[in-house]
C-alpha cells in the first residue's frame, strides 16, 4: 500500500516511458506504464496501487535487460 498517491507526478512520469519503454523492447513495461497513465488520469487508487506493484517487481528486470543490451553494444563496439 502507498500512503499517498501523487497521480499528477505518476501519471507524468508513466507517460513518459511508455514509448521509451516500447522503443527498447520492453513492451510489457510500456504497457504496464500505459495503464499506470490511465489510472492516473481516472484517479484510481486501486487501479493504480496493484500497477504500482507490478510496476516495482518488473522495473528491476526491465534495468538488468538495458545493463545487457548496454554491455552487448559496447562489446560489439569493442571488437571493430
Known amino acids: ?24 523492447g520492453a513492451m510489457s513495461f510500456g504497457d504496464l506504464c500505459a495503464e499506470l497513465e490511465s489510472a492516473g488520469i481516472r484517479h484510481d487508487r486501486e487501479a493504480m496501487e496493484r500497477h504500482m506493484s507490478e510496476f516495482d517487481a518488473m522495473f528491476p ?20
Request: glycine residues 4%; proline residues 2%.
Open 61 to 80: 528486470k526491465v534495468l538488468d535487460g538495458l545493463n545487457e543490451l548496454l554491455f552487448d553494444a559496447n562489446d560489439k563496439n569493442s571488437r571493430r
Open 1 to 24: 500500500t502507498y500512503p499517498t498517491v501523487d497521480f499528477g507526478q505518476i501519471t507524468h512520469f508513466s507517460h513518459r516511458l511508455i514509448s521509451s519503454s516500447r522503443a527498447v
